[in-house]
Every structure is written in structure tokens, then in C-alpha cells.
């Protein structure tokens, strides 16, 4: 049967070259679009490019480079050990092509960096090398190059469906599913992280964020984490209970600190650097399951050097969110807390905004007056001092004065 | 004996050639409705005369005057018709000439020779005699209802509906369950979205009939269930025509705004195709694209993102009117003279066709809209969440040239032909919209953005016909058989989509947001060949006509798909100075350049999981027999076998990236473990069986009872059977092919195996009127539906699944009826219409009633059934004719309706999709002018009504929500055709 077929292809084959040549298409135009530009310098550079998924427990050591050259998901079942130290870069690509690092349901990341050694996501264009915090040839504006973090947990979310598929991974593949039974649920620890350059475009309103937590359960540690220009928001929680400490978000493309389906947990002090988008995005359930989470002890900054946030804070009819101890600076003209006024589930307390001289607090919440916790205040809130050293936004210079 | 006589008949007829005329005709049994083969054709005074082909056609060649003439057939009544004039150099078409039995009456019958009828009456016998349910159009009735297409056409056939002006439906069926044959041969459809072909892009000038069969005969394929309509082109001419038509439509919503988008193209973009402007620029499918993370310098980055092309946005420029044009020419040769040469080869005649068309046409619509939304989360509350809604406006430009040459050969006996057809479309798309996106629904952030669309696609078909027929002397065995290669393409080369993201405090390119600018480049290559023959043996049985009818076919069909994506990266911050989008590609702007700094990444792997190869080979056999039990009663029982076999090359996108990466590393290519790859494997096989049974019962002259079963297959497509991730620019809706294993779905998409039951009543009364009823049934074993998929909140995307097994039953009833029953001065008029009712239903599957129940409203009681994605409920068509023959002037007015049809199943948080009623009314008036009315002039209005096309989210005690709407307007178009 197999003979019969190739006898038709062949001769389908010289009727199409029959009708080509007497047809008026384009196609038969030279295609120089296979081309292949040479480059100069072809380097080997001796990274480990990793590029299938994780099954068995591996661990990465700081002797070497990893280069993402896939989605690598580390799977049910699999951890996968950082050593303190450790770069990892991304290859560069979009859509289908995207590169990211997928702890997906059962799997396990342990990335245990420390305040001399912390772990680095970056990408592939970064010339960074192990021990070094500041890239030596990127700019903190630049993003996109590669996914980001994704941290998948089979804690309970607030969504259309008990388990959901996350931002940025396509549909077709399942390791993109999240959201559980289990509140407690452990993937594993996140210490002294700092994820930058990522952000990868994957469509309209679809890009993967630095890091993603989604139905993340209360077993996971994850403090001390650092993103640097992501074309996305920098953290983003969908659902889970997971508690964070020592967040710290500069440049992010989009928000910087972004919850949905009702996260159940705390983020404890962060300092944030002018998101493109909102600072805080905050949003509530999207299922029948109810949950509200803590923002508290923070900095932020809403514009330097001609970046300017979207806005300050957002909130809708049913986020809910405890916002305590917050201070925002740098503030211009036209920036604003937008919030659904009746909404019982939203608390402002200690909300500090460094006002421009001439203009009253209440113009700086829309919908206003402002509420009872927002007040004009000039002095910061966060523990600047988590950050120092180990972070490239404090070596840069950025949390200087906050 | 008769040898005796026409060897007298050509000897006598040998003389006067040059300015001779010439009478030509078609005979047909009147019991049968079949054409009667061999019968004799006489002209009384002076001797001379002929007998008919295979085809039931005569030609004579005779000196100018005023003849009577006799045509005798064997046991059927002789029938004179007088006074048929025949004028120097003219043919003179005597059409329809019915023979009654010998044995219903005896004496000859005479009548009188009328203005040339054309082939209605013809295909209303057909419809009549034939065994198996059918419908046809002629291009009479084209002519009158100044159709321009075969799908404008295919409307006026009963249970026949349109969608998007391109596909057919029939029974309100969806386009999965109706097949589409071109001179009986599978033509592949050129949109990968569907199994059949657009219709549009067929010119009437070329078509000689469109008939639909409702239900399968063993001699037809077995992949429709709805209706198969066959596309016959013409091959011999009754007479030499040379045509010229021009014709044009004036939109007033459209033509001459100075509203309308366009953007520049190529300069061969007036002829259906890009002269390479659009093409891919030079090292843009590398595998190491330049970009700044490639290696390459700044300078040769720099260098490739300017060879791309710069224009991203649409300007308004006035449109035109749609115009057309077309010439046909055509003619039959004797090559001998009539009833010579040699018993072999007897009445040799050459038939030719030449047909050209170009036709072009502006659309501008003001107010489009395509919306997603979504249920609200309590129980208690009912109005639809608005996710995403994008508005603007879009236009188009399109051009189609087609062209055909015929050439046939024929003599008493045989007929071999051979016609070549090429189409070109070329269409170019601009659109200019707004989307407002809320993030107070679930899974959507929140923004508001531009889109500046631009698009091109470009199709072709190049088709080969060769057939033959050919008959035994003794007239009991007939041979068709026929081959036919075809090669298809559609190219969208360079879709470029552009949008700004707007904050209160900046405007820029968000990715998070409206998104980064991207460019798609889209190409589909198909082959298909088919090859078949039908063996008839006609013989008595039980002392009736008998007929057993065998044969085989065998077909092909080959396609190579691919989509290639860019994405706009920016290297540095963003500063843009308006929202145009042409600041993107500026040359002060891309990379190495401050501020922005653009530049474009290859979203497409090496080895691409959104490129495919897929092939199909279908061998068929198959047996049936025609046969009367009693004189009133006949039947035919058939079964055909088809062996259907499906290959599909192809992988997914895990697959894609560790296998690139096997590459650049020097990894084992053969051994790559992560995700799924299929080379050449057979995703598809199947040997089914496929009985009929037909059987027709005279109830009286003319009164038929019908019943049919047969058993009917549907087939998942290339697209479907697949990895492929197809987005849809415009909407950003994804299509994902079958093969990701996904929650509750398996993978594993199977066809759908139909069982059709069918009864109808009909009543044929003179001058073509037909009441008829009918009752049909049918039940879908594994039926497909296009599933929104639940677990992806972020971007729409939707999968072929099969759900749980469906059934529909419906009613139709049909009746073409003069006016004259009201009053003898309504006789010009006519009325002709047809309602098909139909309800359906799907068993859900467990998953998706729980889904459904968990979104259940307060008040609301979900049923664990539903109806048939694609099904309509109901389908109208309705016309009233006026035909004054005297004043050679016929008006039409048309109607055309389908209920509204479940278009996308829905799961809890998205509620069902159903399209929206669309009242289609057109009006046709055509009025022939000068002494031989050689030129005609016709008129249309189309959307008399001023509908919009719409299609709506609905959910339980909600206000309904666009999923897409536009108005196409209503037209005035004119045309202006001559014969020469």
C-alpha cells in the first residue's frame, strides 16, 4: 500500500511542477528567506543547555552555566537542586519558542541562595557570571528575552474550575495545570533568588511574569526574591496560601505585585521600582471559594528617570486585601489609588503617599475622599536592609534614600 | 433494417454545407426522465436525419427553411414537432423532447416548436425519476436570479443555507456534515477552518448545473450526511456562443467612502496575487535569526529588521464600486457530416469551451465587533462579564480571475473530455480597531489598546479534468470514467497586527497588555488526485428496466501546512510620539537605537509544531442495483466499501524545542525524549461498509412516496487531526488540533458514523411544479464539536473533541406553484419555497454537564442534553417569480433564512455561542433586449432587509453579548451582458 501511495506522490509531484509552472503564483519566487547570515564570533561558550523536562532529582551546581533551552518543567515527583551561587539564562524566544523554568504539581525547586551567593535567572545575552550581582552589559530596562519562574502547587485557588492552566504556558501542555485540595502542599524553597530580563511575549494580554506562584501551598519557603525588568508584572499569585518575605520588583513591564483568585497569605516587605503598569493589581476570587491576603511593611517608588507607573493601587468590587504599612513615593501628577469605594473587603492601614507640595491626599485617590488609612506621609516603610548586597537593585543604587 | 434506413438518410443528406443551419436537441424517456440514447431524429421533407449520442443529443445540418421532424425510439410514441425554423449559419435548439411509453398510449404525439427551453424542466424530471433524493439548480434559473456564483445559486436549493458567503449548508447541517464534488471529483477546500470548497470562487458563466443529493447512493463518497452538491461545467455548447458580460454594484455603506482602509500592496495585487512585496525578507526563516541575541553585529541586526516591510498601519483612501467582467466562447464542430462516417465512429463532433472572468469588489464595514464574555460567578447573578470587546472598522479588496478551456470529443458512442480550470483570489484586508478589556473578568488584566490590522491572503486551484464515457453498441454497458489532479494553495503572507496599550499617563506597546506588533506569515499547499470508474449494466429484470451499477474509486490528497510568527521586541524604554503605529518600524527607532530600540524574534522553532503534513487515501468499491419489484415500486440497494487511510508528520511544541536544541548541540536527533512527535504514522485508518437503500413508489402519474436508509461517515480534517496551534489574528481566538492530551480528553479523535432515514412525499404537476414533504432521521455516533476549552482562562482557545453521541430529526417541505390558482392574472407569477425544521440533540458528557451545573443559575434547571453545535433549527427559502416570455422580462424576489444555530459550545464560565438569524432578501429583475434579445440586462438589490451578520453569547436570563457582528449593507448591483 505503501508503493501505491509514494507512485501518487510522485506523479502528484510532477503535476504540481506542471502546474506551477503555468500557474501565476508567487511562489515559485527564489525563497532566500532559509538564508543563513554568518556571524563573527561563534563562541562556545560552555554552558549546560538544558532542554527536556526534569523526571529524576538533579541538582545544579555553581561550577557551571544552565542555559534554558527549553520549557523545562521539573516534573511530579522531581526536585530539582540550585546550588547557592548558580546562574541560570534563558534562551531567547517568543510564542512557541518562549523559555522558562516550570515547577510544575508534585515537583520540588530547591533554590536555597544566600545573602553572599544568591542564584541568578537571567538571560542568555547577560554576560554575568557566578559571583558577579550587577550584569555587566545589560540595562535593568531590558526585558523580554526569555520567560521567567513559574512555581504550579496543588493549593486551593478561586477559578472557573478546581484546576486551571497558568498564564504564559500554552493549553496543549498539562504541566501548565494548577490549584488543589491541598493548603499545605511544598514546592519546595525559594531563598535569595533574583530573576531578570524575562517576560516573554506569548500574545495579546499572555506573558509569563518573573515569578509566578500559582496554587502555591503554605509548605513552600520563598523569601528574599528579587526581579529585575520583566516585560510582565513582576510576582503574580494565583490563588494558594504561600507566605513570601523580601520581595523586591524593579522595572517590571506591566504590575509589579499582581493577585488573583483569592491568594490566601502575606507578603512581607517588599520595596517596588517603577512597574510600567499598576503597582499593586490586586484582584479577588474568580470561583465560588472566598480568601483574603496581606500586603504589609513596603516601599514603593512610582517614577524615576521617565518610567511612571499606571497607577498606585488597584482594587475591584470583590479584591480582598489587607493593605497595611505602605509608602509610596515619587508620585506625579495624575497617578491615583483606584479602588471600588464599597468594598468591605479591602482595608488600607498605615498607607503612607508622598504628596506634591500644593495638592490635598484626597487628590490621590479616585472616587475619592481618601480613606481613614491613606494619609501624606514622606517616610519609607520597608527593611531597605534585606536587600543590600545580594540584590542588583540596591547595588545599582536604586533603594538609596528609600 | 435500420442500418438500411440511415445508410439512405446520409447519402441523401450530402449536399449544401456552407450556408446550411442546423437543428440540435436533447431526447429524454419521459418514464425514466433519462436521455434516450439511439433514437431517431428525422427531417420529414426533405429526407434526412440522425440519431442520438450517449448523451441524448442530436445535431443536423440542414439547408435554411421551416421543417417538421419525426424522433422514434424503440417501444417509445413517436412525437412530431412542427415548424422548427432553421436559419443560414444558425443553430436552431430544440430542447426537452420527451417520449412517452408505447404502452400508455398509442398514436404519435405532436407539438409545437417553442421558444428554446433550457434544462429546469430537464432537472425537475431528473428529480422526479430519479431513485435517490435530490435538488438542482440550472443555469436557467442562475440567469434569472442574477446569481454570480455558485454558492449565490446553491441558495435557491431547498434545505440550503450559506455561511460567510463561501460554504453550503444543507438541512441547517453544518459544513462538517456536506461535502462539495466539481465534475464529481473531491476538490480540497482551501481554508484549513473547513472540509469543503468555497463556492465563491466558482463563476456561474462556467457551470452547467449544481444538484444536491440528500441522500447517499452507494456510487457517491460517504463523507456527507447533510447534502452533496456537485458542480457540473459545461463541455459542449448547443450552440456557438460568444459572451461578453460586464457588470458592477454599488454599496452605498461601502463604495465611494472615503472612510475605507487600505494599506499598499503589491503591483499584481489587481490579478489575486502578491508580487513578492509580501513575502519573507531574507534570512527571516534562518535557523539563527538575526536579533540581538543571535551573534550577529548591531549593524546586520539593524539591517534585517529594516527588510522588513514598514508599513503597520491602514490609510483611508475612497473606495471604489465592485465591477466584473467576463467572456465566454464556445462551439460544437461536426467533424462529419450527419449520421457519417464509419458505424464505429459515427457523427464525430468536436465541442469547445473558452471561459474568462475577473471580478473584483470593495467592502468597507463601519461597526464590527468581536466580543468574549463570561458568566458571572454567583448563582445569583445573571448578567454576562464582559472580558474583552474589540471595535472598529475593517475593509477589504478582493479580485478573483478565473479561467477554464474545455475540449471534448464525442461520437454516437463515446465522449472523452478534457478541461483545465484555474482560479486566483486574492484578497486584502485592513482594520482598524479598539479593545477595551476588563479585568474584572476572570483570567483578563485590564487595558485598553489599539489593533491596526493588515492582511493578505491569496488562493489558487488548478484543476485537470479528464473523462470518458463510453457505451456498448448494444447499448447495455456504460463506462465513465474519470481522473482529475488538482493543486491548491492559500498564502497569507505577512499579517501584521499593531496596537498601542493606552494608560492614563503614557501610550506604548504593552506585551502584558494589547500586546507586542507581530507578523504572521501562513502558507497551505494541497495536491489531490482522484481517479474513478462507474460500470452500468442496464438489463431487464422481472420484465422491467434494470440497471446494476459498479465501480472504484481512488483518492489522494496531500497537504502541506506551516505558519511562521514574529514578535516585536523593544531593547530599550519605550518614548513614542503618537499612537501611529508606523513609528514602530521607523529607521530612528529599531535596534541598535535609542529610545525603543525594535527589533523582531522568531517565535518558530526549526523544526515548527505549527507546521504539518498530512495525506489521505481513500480507496472505495462499491455494488449497487436499480430495479423495479413492481411497476410502481423501485428500488436501489447498494454498499460501498471505503479503506480510508490518514498520515500526519508533525509535532508539538516540546517536541519542536528539545529536538532545536539536540541540533545546536549536536545531540542524537533520533533520540529525542521529551514531548510527541509523529513522522508519516497513520493517525486515521478505517474499513467501513456503507449500505443503501433507496426505493420510490409511484403512488400515481405523479405522485412519488420515497424512503431512503443509508449509513454515512464524518471524518476529522487535516487541521484536526493534529499539533497545530492556529490563532486567529484578528479575534486572537486559538484553534488547537486534537492530539494534546488534555484533562478528560484523550487525544484520540475518531470520525463520526451516521445513520440516515428518509421519507418524503412529492407532487409533480405541469410546468415544472413540485409540492413535496419530507421526514428525515438521523443519529451521529462520536460526533465532533469544537469545545472551548475550560481549564485556559487566560486567551480563548478551542479543541475538536468528540462529545457525547447525537440525534436530530426534521421535517422539510418544499412547493414550486404558479399563481394562477388565485387569479388568472397572477399566472406569470410563481411561487416557490421550502422549510426545514429540525430538532437536535447531544448527549453532554459527564465533564461538561458538571462544568454546566457548576454555573448553574438560580432558577435555572440544566438538562444533561443540548443541541448540535453547527445545527440549525430551522432553514427557509422562499421566492416569488415573474416571467413574462413575450416581453423577454423576469423579476424575482428571495428569501433566506437559518435559525439560529449553537456555534460554540460553551463550559461553565463561557457561556454557548449561537448565531444569530441573518434575513437575506434580494430582488433580481432581468429583461432581455433587441429582436433576438441577445443582450440582457439585469438588476439586483441584496440585504433588502439591511441585516446584520451576528453572533451572540447567551446565558440563562441574560441580556445577550456580541461574539461578532457586522453589517454588510445593502447592494445595488447592475449588469450588462451580450452575445455576439
Not at chain 1, 61 to 75: C, F, H, I, Q, S
Not at chain 2, 788 to 815: D, H, K, W
Request: charged share 20%; aromatic share 10%; with cysteine.
Amino acid at each position: 500500500m505503501k508503493n501505491f501511495r509514494f507512485a501518487t506522490k510522485v506523479l502528484m509531484g510532477a503535476v504540481v511542477a506542471c502546474a506551477l509552472s503555468v500557474s501565476l503564483t508567487s511562489c515559485s519566487d527564489d525563497d532566500d528567506s532559509e538564508d543563513e547570515l554568518p556571524i563573527q564570533n561563534n563562541d562556545n561558550n560552555g554552558n549546560v543547555v538544558v532542554s527536556s523536562n526534569i523526571t529524576t532529582n538533579t541538582t545544579w551546581t555553581k561550577d557551571k552555566v544552565y542555559e534554558l533551552g527549553a520549557r523545562v518543567v521539573v516534573e511530579n515527583g522531581a526536585t530539582l537542586t540550585i546550588e547557592p551561587g548558580t546562574v541560570i539564562k534563558g534562551q531567547s524566544g517568543t510564542g512557541a519558542s518562549a523559555r522558562a523554568l516550570i515547577i510544575a504539581r508534585g515537583g520540588k525547586i530547591m533554590a536555597e541562595g544566600t545573602a553572599s551567593e544568591p542564584i541568578i535567572f537571567t538571560t542568555k545575552r547577560d554576560d554575568i557570571t557566578s559571583g558577579q550581582i550587577s550584569s555587566p552589559n545589560l540595562t535593568a530596562e531590558q526585558n523580554g528575552q526569555w520567560g521567567g519562574l513559574i512555581i504550579l502547587g496543588r493549593a486551593p485557588i478561586s477559578a472557573s474550575a478546581n484546576e486551571v492552566q497558568i498564564e504564559g504556558i500554552p493549553t496543549s501542555d498539562p504541566n501548565g495545570l494548577y490549584g488543589g485540595n491541598d493548603p499545605a502542599d511544598n514546592s519546595g524553597v525559594l531563598k535569595y533568588v533574583s530573576i531578570r530580563h524575562g517576560g516573554a511575549d506569548i500574545g495579546q494580554g499572555n506573558e509569563i511574569n518573573g515569578l509566578t506562584l500559582g496554587g502555591v501551598g503554605s509548605g513552600t519557603v520563598i523569601e528574599n526574591i528579587e526581579v529585575v525588568g520583566n516585560q510582565d508584572d513582576g510576582v503574580e499569585w494565583f490563588g494558594g496560601t504561600v507566605n513570601v518575605t523580601n520581595v523586591i520588583v524593579w522595572n517590571a513591564g506591566d504590575d509589579a505585585i499582581d493577585t488573583d483568585q483569592a491568594w490566601s497569605g502575606t507578603l512581607d516587605n517588599f520595596v517596588v521600582i517603577t512597574p510600567a503598569g499598576h503597582c499593586f493589581e490586586l484582584d479577588g476570587p474568580e470561583g465560588s471559594m472566598s480568601g483574603s491576603h496581606t500586603i504589609k511593611n513596603g516601599t514603593v517608588v512610582a517614577s524615576r528617570n521617565g518610567r511612571v507607573s499606571e497607577d498606585l493601587i488597584n482594587t475591584d468590587a470583590n479584591s480582598e486585601v489587607s493593605l497595611e504599612n505602605i509608602h509610596i513615593t515619587s508620585i506625579v501628577s495624575g497617578q491615583t489609588i483606584n479602588r471600588t469605594v464599597d468594598n468591605p473587603n479591602v482595608s488600607f492601614t498605615d498607607i503612607t503617599l508622598d504628596i506634591l507640595s500644593g495638592t490635598n491626599i484626597d487628590d490621590y485617590v479616585a472616587d475619592g475622599p481618601a480613606p481613614a488609612g491613606i494619609t501624606a506621609g514622606t517616610t519609607g516603610k520597608a527593611n531597605i536592609s534585606a536587600f543590600s548586597n545580594w540584590s542588583w537593585t540596591a547595588v545599582a543604587g536604586e533603594t538609596n534614600g528609600l | 433494417m435500420k442500418k438500411l434506413f440511415f445508410a439512405l438518410l446520409l447519402v441523401s443528406s450530402v449536399s449544401v454545407f456552407a450556408q446550411n443551419g442546423t437543428i440540435r436537441g436533447t431526447v429524454y424517456e419521459e418514464e425514466s426522465g433519462q436521455t434516450a440514447i439511439g433514437a431517431n431524429v428525422v427531417v420529414v421533407n426533405p429526407l434526412t436525419g440522425t440519431s442520438t449520442d450517449l448523451d441524448g443529443k442530436y445535431s443536423i445540418s440542414i439547408a435554411p427553411g421551416t421543417y417538421d421532424i419525426k424522433v422514434s425510439y424503440i417501444s417509445f410514441q413517436t412525437q412530431h414537432i412542427k415548424g422548427v425554423v432553421v436559419k443560414s449559419g444558425e443553430v436552431t435548439v430544440l430542447d426537452d423532447v420527451y417520449l412517452k411509453s408505447a404502452a400508455m398510449e398509442l398514436g404519435v404525439v405532436e407539438v409545437t416548436a417553442t421558444a428554446t427551453r433550457k434544462s429546469e424542466a430537464a432537472l425537475n424530471m431528473m428529480k422526479k425519476k430519479s431513485v435517490a433524493m435530490m435538488d438542482g439548480i440550472s443555469a436557467e434559473k442562475m440567469e434569472l436570479t442574477g446569481d454570480a456564483s455558485a454558492v449565490d445559486a446553491a441558495k435557491r436549493v431547498t434545505g440550503v443555507s450559506i455561511e460567510g458567503g463561501k460554504y453550503v449548508y444543507v438541512r441547517g447541517l453544518g459544513d462538517r456534515y456536506s461535502k462539495v464534488t466539481l465534475n464529481q471529483v473531491d476538490i480540497p477546500g482551501l481554508d484549513p477552518d473547513k472540509n469543503s470548497l468555497q463556492m465563491d470562487l466558482i463563476p456561474t458563466n462556467l457551470i452547467d448545473n449544481i444538484v444536491v443529493s440528500k441522500n447517499f447512493t452507494a456510487d457517491m463518497p460517504a463523507d456527507f450526511t447533510g447534502g452533496l452538491m456537485n458542480v457540473e461545467t459545461k463541455a459542449f455548447p448547443d450552440s456557438k456562443f460568444m459572451e461578453f458580460s460586464v457588470g458592477t454594484s454599488y454599496n452605498p455603506s461601502m463604495h465611494f467612502n472615503k472612510d475605507y482602509l487600505t494599506y499598499d500592496g503589491g503591483n499584481t495585487d489587481f490579478l489575486g496575487y502578491d508580487d513578492g512585496t509580501r513575502a519573507l525578507p531574507r534570512y527571516s526563516n534562518s535557523i539563527n535569526m538575526p536579533s540581538p541575541s543571535s551573534g550577529h553585529s548591531n549593524q546586520q541586526v539593524n539591517e534585517f529588521v529594516k527588510s522588513f516591510n514598514p508599513t503597520l498601519d491602514a490609510e483611508r483612501k475612497t473606495s471604489l464600486m465592485d465591477y466584473s467582467m467576463s467572456f465566454s466562447y464556445g462551439d460544437q464542430k461536426q467533424l462529419a457530416k450527419n449520421n457519417e462516417s464509419s458505424w464505429g465512429k459515427k457523427n464525430p463532433t468536436l465541442g469547445y469551451i473558452f471561459s474568462i472572468a475577473y471580478k473584483t469588489d470593495y467592502k468597507y464595514y463601519d461597526d464590527v465587533a468581536y466580543g468574549e464574555y463570561q458568566r458571572p460567578t454567583e448563582s445569583s447573578d445573571y448578567e454576562l462579564v464582559q472580558a474583552n470587546l474589540k471595535k472598529g472598522e475593517q475593509s477589504s479588496h478582493s479580485v478573483l480571475v478565473g479561467a477554464m478551456a474545455g475540449l471534448a470529443y464525442k461520437t454516437t458512442l463515446s465522449k472523452i473530455r478534457l478541461t483545465a480550470m484555474h482560479l486566483q483570489n486574492g484578497e486584502s484586508r485592513s482594520g482598524k480597531f479598539f479593545v477595551e478589556n476588563s479585568e474584572s473578568a476572570v483570567g483578563q488584566s485590564g487595558f485598553i489598546a489599539s489593533s491596526n490590522n493588515l492582511e493578505y491572503n491569496e488562493r489558487s486551484l488548478s484543476n485537470v479534468l479528464l473523462h470518458g464515457q463510453h457505451l456498448t453498441e448494444d447499448r447495455k454497458w456504460e463506462v465513465d470514467w474519470r481522473i482529475s489532479p488538482t493543486y491548491s494553495t492559500s498564502y497569507d503572507p505577512d499579517i501584521r497586527s499593531t496596537g498601542f496599550t493606552y494608560t492614563p499617563l503614557d501610550t506604548f506597546f504593552s506585551a502584558g497588555a494589547g500586546g507586542n506588533p507581530s507578523r504572521i506569515w501562513r502558507s497551505l499547499e494541497e495536491m489531490n488526485l482522484t481517479a474513478k470508474a462507474d460500470i452500468t449494466y442496464n438489463y431487464e429484470l422481472f420484465e422491467e428496466d434494470a440497471k446494476l451499477k459498479f465501480g472504484s474509486s481512488f483518492n489522494y490528497k496531500d497537504r502541506n501546512y506551516e505558519i511562521l510568527k514574529y514578535d516585536m521586541q523593544f531593547e530599550w524604554n519605550q518614548d513614542w510620539n503618537s499612537d501611529n503605529p508606523n513609528q514602530a518600524l521607523d529607521p530612528s527607532v529599531i535596534f541598535p537605537n535609542q529610545p525603543n530600540g525594535s527589533y523582531y524574534y522568531n517565535s518558530n522553532p526549526f523544526l515548527n509544531p505549527n507546521a504539518y503534513e498530512s495525506s489521505v487515501q481513500n480507496i472505495a468499491a462499491y455494488i449497487s442495483q436499480e430495479m423495479s419489484l413492481s411497476p410502481r415500486l423501485k428500488t436501489i440497494l447498494g454498499v460501498r466499501m471505503e479503506s480510508f487511510t490518514q498520515w500526519h508528520t508533525g509535532r508539538d511544541q516540546a517536541y519542536a524545542q528539545a529536538f532545536e536544541q539536540a541540533l545546536s548541540s549536536g545531540g542524537d536527533l533520533r533520540n529525542i525524549q521529551a514531548g510527541n512527535s509523529l513522522n508519516d504514522e497513520v493517525v486515521l485508518e478505517s474499513v467501513d461498509f456503507f449500505p443503501s437503500v433507496n426505493v420510490i413508489y409511484n403512488l400515481t402519474e405523479d405522485q412519488n412516496l420515497r424512503f431512503a436508509y443509508s449509513k454515512t461517515i464524518a471524518r476529522p480534517s487535516f487541521k484536526e487531526l493534529s499539533f497545530a496551534q492556529i490563532i486567529d489574528p484578528l479575534t486572537n481566538r486559538y484553534f488547537n488540533g486534537a492530539f494534546f492530551e488534555y484533562e478528560d480528553w484523550d487525544g484520540n479523535l475518531v470520525e463520526t458514523r451516521i445513520d440516515n432515514l428518509d421519507f418524503r412525499w412529492e407532487k409533480f404537476m405541469e410546468r415544472g411544479q413540485i409540492v413535496s414533504a419530507s421526514v428525515f432521521y438521523k443519529s451521529f455516533d462520536s460526533p465532533i464539536e469544537l469545545v472551548r476549552i475550560p481549564e485556559q482562562q487566560t486567551t480563548a482557545e478551542y479543541q475538536p473533541r468528540n462529545v457525547g453521541n447525537a440525534s436530530l430529526v426534521g421535517i422539510e417541505l418544499e412547493a414550486t406553484k404558479g399563481m394562477e390558482f388565485i387569479s388568472e392574472k397572477l399566472a406569470d407569477f410563481s411561487f416557490s419555497g421550502n422549510v426545514t425544521l429540525v430538532r437536535s440533540q447531544v448527549d453532554m458528557t459527564d465533564r461538561e454537564f458538571n462544568a454546566r451545573k457548576n454555573y448553574e443559575k438560580d432558577g435555572q434547571n440544566i438538562d444533561d442534553r443540548r443541541p448540535m453545535a453547527g445545527q440549525a433549527p430551522y432553514v427557509i427559502n422562499a421566492g416569488i417569480t415573474y416571467k413574462n416570455v413575450e416581453k423577454a422580462f423576469q423579476a424575482g424576489l428571495f428569501y433566506n433564512v437559518k435559525g439560529p444555530a449553537l456555534q460554540i459550545v460553551g463550559t461553565g464560565l463561557y457561556p454557548d455561542v449561537y448565531q444569530e438569524p441573518f434575513h437575506s432578501l434580494n430582488l433580481g429583475v432581468n429583461k432581455k433586449l433587441g429582436e433576438e434579445g441577445n443582450t440582457t440586462v439585469d438588476f439586483k438589490v441584496s440585504n433588502l432587509l439591511g441585516d446584520r451578520v451576528e453572533s451572540f453569547f447567551q446565558s440563562y436570563e441574560a441580556e445577550k453579548q456580541i461574539f461578532s457582528s457586522f453589517n454588510p449593507g445593502r447592494a445595488f448591483s447592475i449588469g450588462l451582458s451580450h452575445k455576439f
